[in-house]
T-cell receptor, first 112, second 110 residues
Framework: DAGVIQSPRHEVTEMGQEVTLRCKPI?????LFWYRQTMMRGLELLIY????????DSGMPEDRFSAKMPNASFSTLKIQPSEPRDSAVYFC??????????FGPGTRLTVL | TQLLEQSPQFLSIQEGENLTVYCNSS?????LQWYRQEPGEGPVLLVT?????EVKKLKRLTFQFGDARKDSSLHITAAQPGDTGLYLC??????????FGTGTRLQVFP
């Protein structure tokens, strides 16, 4: 299995631009999670899906962030408009069993 | 908000030394996991402990879950440069959420 796939691996954009991060989970995993990691705040859960349905989005920082999972093999995290404080590494993780997380390699986002 | 505090935050040691990383909380967890994250990659699960007092060994790594299931430790014997990375504990709380710790960044010098 290829593992969790994320794209792009690096994204540099200017403040105010729309950013879309993509994730392909491991086939057969019913849960998908989006995390954000920074030095200051560590690893934070943003939102998670079960069977493509958003279950808990309480970690989404504000309305500028949105996430979708149109099917079992694809999810997006969108930031519109982006701000410099959104700069972080964004991870997607999937799991068949709710808690054991299989992480992707992450997308390093820099907002100038 | 429940917190999982890890200590130390940073650790730099020479190859061959032993070390212990701690993960502490005031909350009870039904299970606790340890992950290692290498630069440029996502965290990778090392172990899950479920029972209070449980001890698990993974080669030179020894993991222990506290009797009250509020804390855990990771002990590494004879550390090697390949052990370098960010170590994260993560506990499942009473709302069935996985809470990640603050992390311990380990550097092992040859």
């Amino acid at each position: 299995d290829a593992g969790v796939i994320q794209s792009p691996r690096h994204e540099v954009t200017e403040m105010g631009q729309e950013v879309t991060l993509r994730c392909k989970p491991i086939s057969g995993h019913d849960y998908l999670f989006w995390y954000r990691q920074t030095m200051m705040r560590g690893l934070e859960l943003l939102i998670y899906f079960n069977n493509n349905v958003p279950i808990d989005d309480s970690g989404m920082p504000e309305d500028r962030f949105s996430a979708k999972m149109p099917n079992a093999s694809f999810s997006t995290l969108k930031i519109q408009p982006s701000e410099p404080r959104d700069s972080a590494v964004y991870f997607c993780a999937s799991t068949p069993s709710r808690h054991t997380q299989y992480f992707g390699p992450g997308t390093r986002l820099t907002v100038l | 908000t429940q917190l999982l505090e890890q200590s130390p935050q940073f650790l730099s040691i020479q190859e061959g030394e032993n070390l212990t990383v701690y993960c502490n909380s005031s909350s009870v967890f039904s299970s606790l996991q340890w992950y290692r994250q290498e630069p440029g990659e996502g965290p990778v699960l090392l172990v899950t402990v479920v029972t209070g007092g449980e001890v698990k060994k993974l080669k030179r790594l020894t993991f222990q879950f506290g009797d009250a299931r509020k804390d855990s430790s990771l002990h590494i014997t004879a550390a090697q440069p390949g052990d370098t990375g960010l170590y994260l504990c993560a506990g499942v709380d009473d709302t069935d959420k996985l809470i990640f710790g603050t992390g311990t960044r380990l550097q092992v010098f040859p």
